[in-house]
């Protein structure tokens, strides 16, 4: 079993989304480590808030395999592939790590991680000690080094 990081982020009815992307990600994988959920400006466009957060799921899947069913369990809550970058969505499910693994082929880690402060600040709540791929750099470093830059996050008090 491999551990890996999920990002997941929504602006279209994000709660439902929200916690019907969880409980899809429960009924495939199991049990789900979550972060906390962050409201946060939706970036790139004018738009509504987001909410997002970061799952961590332990996947004998391939990367690819893994990808395949993030996908299937966007379209089953109203993702349409091919949107604008940058624009709303029911639900946006990204992976971010597969373990310690480097494959910039597979764009793993992803480089949102060092982006995005919606991306590096869950990932830091829930994984912080955990080093960034490649790297001697824990996330809950990389967060103390970018966390000024970034301050239009608002942790949500969220009852699962």
């Known amino acids: 079993m491999t551990r890996v990081w999920i990002s997941a982020g929504t602006n279209v009815n994000p709660e439902h989304n929200m916690r019907n992307a969880v409980e899809n990600l429960r ?3 199991g049990e789900l480590l979550l972060s906390p ?3 946060t400006e939706a970036v790139g466009f004018d738009g509504d ?3 997002n957060m970061v799952i961590g799921i332990d996947t004998e899947l391939p990367p690819d395999q893994l ?3 993030l996908r299937k369990i966007e379209a089953q809550q109203g993702r349409v592939r091919g949107e604008e970058k940058f624009s709303p969505r029911a639900i946006d499910l990204d992976l971010l790590t597969w373990g310690d693994r480097v494959d910039e082929r597979q764009d793993i880690p992803r480089d949102e991680i060092l982006r995005y402060a919606f991306v590096l600040k869950p990932l830091a709540d829930v994984a912080g000690a955990e080093k960034y791929p490649g790297t001697d750099d824990s996330y809950r470093q990389l967060w103390r080094r970018l966390q ?3 301050t239009d996050m ?3 008090d969220w009852k699962w």
């Open 27 to 29: 009924a495939e994988f």
């Open 37 to 39: 959920v962050y409201q």
């Open 49 to 51: 808030d987001f909410l």
């Open 67 to 69: 990808r395949i069913s």
């Open 148 to 150: 000024g830059q970034h």
């Open 154 to 156: 608002q942790p949500l």
